[in-house]
């Protein structure tokens, strides 16, 4: 069952279209990764899930319903600008903001109490915002869309700023609350964070949905066009393979191979075979981060 589903959205801005005829669902305990490079309108779709602007076409429905004013209570939302403020304590803004979303103080107070637990941040109940770190400012941003148990998760860019150990922290968190139940709208320019988390994904440009679908079925449609190589000693003549279009030596030792046709790899395996011992050989499928580069045409980073 779905409990997020846009179908044929469109969002114009003047005669500017920002969103064009995005159809998309996301199941109760998914991730689901929506990306594009700047300005291809993820953020501009998030806002009218959240009901912050409205669609000019296309319908959204939350559980099989249209908007209505229970949408605060069922979705949480993590902007991608910071938006506490900075001179009021982290437990009076986040049991402000539960409250608002439906929760009474007590209960609101008990879930703070827990976040900032299981954040190993309980001492920040009595901080202000503006005395904590940026990243540590990000967290408390985070605990402010998930406090009132949300069924739906909003995700804008949710682990910019963060130091390793706090996304891996952040990460699990998104994870667990994924295997509660949640369904989560995830939007990131970091590929890596979409193949760890994400089932399904839509990538957009210039406000249209251009590659939709699973993960692992979308690889599967692109052509596998890189050998990793390692042997016991060098090997030499791969780059007059037909078809090898490129040949890295790479800096822990072995080759990555770029290959514009699947049948070179054999023709790599036999040579390397008989000039040394072959210890690895993989035909690699595409990472995201390429698919994204050859469909989108620029970088992501
Ligand atoms: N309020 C607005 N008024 C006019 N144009 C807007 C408005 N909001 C967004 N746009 C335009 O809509 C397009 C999509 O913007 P959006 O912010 O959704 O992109 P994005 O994919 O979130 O980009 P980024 O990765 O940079 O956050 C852009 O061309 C943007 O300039």
Not at 32 to 52: C, D, F, P, Q, W
Not at 102 to 125: H, Q, T
Not at 126 to 137: A, H, T, V, Y
Not at 289 to 300: A, C, D, L, T
């Amino acid at each position: 069952m779905e409990s997020l589903k846009l179908e044929k959205v469109i969002k114009q801005f003047g005669d500017k279209t920002a969103v064009n005829e995005l159809s998309l669902e996301v199941g109760v305990g998914e991730i689901y990764g929506l990306l594009g490079a700047n300005g291809a309108g993820k953020t501009t779709t998030m806002r009218m899930v959240l009901g912050l602007i409205y669609p000019d076409g296309g319908s959204i429905r939350y559980n099989g319903k249209p908007h209505s004013d229970e949408l605060r209570q069922i979705v949480g939302y993590l902007p991608e600008e910071r938006g506490l403020y900075p001179k009021v304590k982290v437990s009076e803004q986040l049991s402000y903001l539960a409250q608002l979303r439906g929760m009474s103080r007590k209960d609101a107070d008990k879930s703070i109490r827990y976040w900032l637990e299981r954040f190993e941040v309980p001492e920040y109940y009595e901080k202000r915002i503006e005395e904590l770190s940026k990243g540590n400012q990000q967290k408390i941003g985070f605990i402010a869309a998930v406090v009132h148990k949300p069924q739906i998760l909003i995700l804008d860019e949710a682990f910019s700023g963060l130091d390793p150990v706090n996304v891996e922290l952040l990460k699990a968190t998104v994870k667990e609350l994924r295997d509660q139940g949640t369904s989560i709208l995830f939007s990131t320019h970091r590929m890596e964070h979409v193949e760890e988390l994400c089932r399904n994904i839509t990538i957009m440009h210039r406000s249209n949905p251009i590659v939709q679908g699973s993960l692992k079925e979308i690889k599967s449609r692109y052509p596998r066009e890189q050998v990793a190589l390692g042997t016991t000693s060098e090997v030499t003549g791969l780059e007059n393979i037909p078809c090898v279009t490129k040949v890295t030596i790479q800096e822990q030792g072995g080759y990555l191979i770029n290959i514009s046709d699947v049948s070179a790899a054999q023709q790599i395996l036999q040579i390397a075979m008989q000039q040394s011992v072959v210890e690895k050989f993989e035909l690699k499928e595409p990472t995201l981060n390429q698919i994204f580069i050859k469909e989108v045409g620029e970088s992501h980073e």
